[in-house]
């Protein structure tokens, strides 16, 4: 493991954790519907993941 590949899925783990915690928050609270809240969570999570695993 490079040092680059560390440090982004460091980073990739920390935001999907935040992410998570914000979607099942405001999902609670009520302040999206569930199907707006798939698809940020979706396009966040899974976004710079493929392009990531595409890259390498």
Do not use: C, F, H
Request: hydrophobic share 40%.
């Amino acid at each position: 493991m490079s040092l680059y590949q560390v440090i982004t899925t460091a980073t990739t783990s920390v935001l999907d954790m935040t992410v998570g915690m914000l979607l099942r928050y405001s999902q609670k609270s009520g302040w999206l519907p569930n199907a707006e809240l798939v698809k940020i969570g979706g396009s966040v999570i899974y976004g710079p993941r493929t392009r990531m695993a595409t890259k390498t």
